[in-house]
């Protein structure tokens, strides 16, 4: 478990050395190890053990002549994931016994006695790496799957990440402060979990979606730099990248403006990756939310490859093809992306692709191939004159072999119709996305129009600051409003976001007042904040960062469940403890839910 210090743990405990500790160095010595009994065989008398713990694992032999009858006998019976002592010298294996994929494989352990601490039934499944086990049964027993090596190292690599972004910011003056798991709803646009507060009948507490308005309260009070390792809840449909209770990095600072708090997450990043050895460049690059949006057809783009989006508007205007003229000259985007390496796909493989296209709101999905013995195939290029034929290949840059996939739609629709089949393709093509890719996407719109419930919502959320000339729009052109925000994103995931906040109570009822609260929930939800800004709240800004979602690409895995020790299943329940669970009737009554 490479780059993990492991020997302060000999201490305070029956051990000398964890059993990835020793090394050729250590011969004759005499040591003590406790570990489980990972594998186990008998070579003709004598007996190997590979006795394993948290650091590694260890040959260990037992042989007759070495130790006791009685623990000669206890080894000939051991199973796999018995807990056990040995106790004996090391030894230099034989030239042709080295193992040099094994950090201790220069040595064995020759035991002089052996003692069972505990016996283990059979396990349910293997303790190994790369095991096939459905997830479910790895979540039951989780405490066996962490046993396993990955799954140890996820751990510990989410822990040095932890300890390195807090010992950046501690050297930054930055103090660690809890806030409040029982609290009042602090809106990131997920659905509250509520918990029923028996002394006050009919009353909840919500937890909290994320600490934001509690770390503005701390600025407010004065104390200038905050962090916290905060657990959040969001009551939202689960994906890979998501959980019911998941941990951010939380930060707040004080008299800064956006540079500053983007300059102090990138030291703080730089930290940590040199911490854990990865790689990147600093500083990072920038790019506006827009030209995101318009190159990848997202706000979170994995610039680890090309095949960006290309948009066509303008040459597909007065094509003979109606689904794209109209769209066209209506206002709306016809956008494509070259998937080179797709071009020979069977007309039934291409087709399927239309299901992304639906998935994203597409109502149908152009395409044509060119295939790498020179022809072209497709259902429109019939519709389209020589000339408009040969501007759509440049614009695309066709060549043999390459797939072009059209969407024509609104801006929004387009955008992500593309870029879900952008991720597609690159899966299915197996595009290379070496190393990270770290970036800033920047000045995100602050409202946008939430079509379902017919009112404009803030695109972060509404505690962001905008630039003052984009004040006066707030109520006339919503949508014309920029920000001063910023998200951090890495191999196309957002693993963080921040705004500069508004601290001035009237410029704050207005954004309130916008995305469609009136006066009386603005002081009944928001009260605390409204009097707080006009008591001396200090200009202030912040950012938040996905601990799961960095450990988990750091890892590179593909889920966060990889790097949480006990995460939820896609229904938010744990098969381990069987929460989320019912309750009796006795205690519904303590907290007058009975009979509702
Ligand atoms: N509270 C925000 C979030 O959870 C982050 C921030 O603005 O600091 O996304």
Redesign the pocket.
């Known amino acids: 478990m490479a780059g993990q210090k492991t020997d302060f743990i000999n201490e305070y405990c029956s051990h000398t050395h964890t059993c990835g500790q020793l090394r050729a160095a250590d011969v004759d010595a005499e040591v003590v190890l406790n570990g489980w009994v990972w594998h186990n065989r008998d070579h003709g008398g004598l007996i190997f053990l590979d006795v394993r713990d948290r650091a590694g694992y260890t040959q260990c032999v037992i042989d007759p002549d070495c130790v006791s009858a009685d623990d000669f006998s206890q080894a000939e019976h051991l199973g796999r994931e018995w807990v056990v002592e040995v106790r004996g010298t090391v030894r230099a294996r034989m030239a042709d016994a080295i193992n040099p994929n094994m950090e201790t494989g220069e040595i064995e352990v020759v035991a002089s006695a052996l003692t069972v601490l505990n016996a283990s039934v059979t396990p349910p499944f293997s303790i190994e790496d790369g095991i096939e086990t459905d997830e479910i049964t790895r979540m039951k027993w989780r405490y066996l799957d962490i046993r396993r090596p990955e799954m140890m190292e996820n751990l510990m690599l989410r822990h040095t990440v932890a300890q390195a972004m807090r010992s950046s910011l501690n050297s930054r003056g930055f103090l660690e402060i809890e806030t409040p798991i029982l609290t009042k709803s602090t809106p ?1 646009g997920a659905r509250d979990y509520i918990v029923p507060s028996r002394p006050n009948p009919g009353k909840f507490y919500a937890l909290p979606q ?1 600490p ?1 308005l509690l770390k503005q309260m701390l600025m407010v009070a004065g104390l200038e730099r905050y962090y916290q390792i905060a657990r ?1 809840f969001r009551d939202e449909d689960l994906r890979a990248d998501r959980q019911p209770e998941f941990t ?1 990095v939380d930060i707040e600072m004080s008299f800064v403006e956006q540079d500053d708090v983007m300059a102090l997450m990138e030291d703080a990043m730089a930290e940590v990756f040199a911490a854990v050895g990865a790689k990147h460049t600093f500083p990072l690059p920038r790019m506006e939310y827009s030209e995101s949006m318009n190159r990848f057809g997202n706000d979170r783009p994995d610039t680890r490859f090309g095949m960006e989006l290309v948009d066509l508007t303008d040459v597909v205007k007065d094509c003979g093809f109606k689904v794209f003229s109209a769209v066209a000259q209506s206002g709306g985007t016809v956008k494509a992306i070259n998937a080179r390496g797709a071009g020979d796909w069977s007309r039934g493989e291409v087709e399927k692709l239309a299901d992304i296209a639906a998935e994203n709101g597409a109502k149908g999905m152009a395409w044509i191939a060119f295939t790498s013995d020179g022809q072209e195939k497709s259902p429109i290029i019939k519709f389209f004159s020589d000339e408009e034929f040969a501007a759509l290949k440049t614009a695309v840059d066709a060549a043999p072999g390459d797939l072009i996939l059209f969407a024509a739609d609104t801006y929004e629709v387009a955008s992500a119709v593309l870029s879900a089949l952008r991720l597609h393709m690159a899966d299915a093509l197996d595009v290379k996305r070496a190393g990270h890719a770290l970036l800033w996407v920047v000045n995100f719109p602050m409202f946008k129009y939430d079509e379902a419930e017919k009112r404009y919502a803030a695109e ?2 509404p505690f962001t600051r905008m630039p003052d000339e984009d004040v006066d729009r707030i109520e006339s052109a919503p949508l014309e409003c920029g920000s001063y925000s910023y998200d951090l994103i890495m191999d196309g995931f957002e693993i963080g ?3 500069i906040r508004i601290h001035e109570p009237d410029l704050q009822r207005r954004v309130l007042q916008r995305i469609g609260l009136t006066d009386e929930q603005i002081d009944e939800k928001f009260g605390y904040l409204m009097e707080a800004l006009s008591l001396g709240a200090p200009p202030h800004g ?3 960062l996905g601990l799961d979602r960095l450990v988990m690409l750091l890892a590179r895995k593909d889920s966060i469940r990889d790097v949480i020790a006990f995460p939820k299943t896609s229904s938010g329940s744990c098969p381990m403890t069987g929460a989320p669970d019912a309750i009796s009737v006795k205690q519904l009554k303590e907290v007058n839910l009975h009979g509702l």
């Open positions: 990131e994320s934001q959040c951010q972060h959320h976001g921040g705004t912040g950012i938040a």
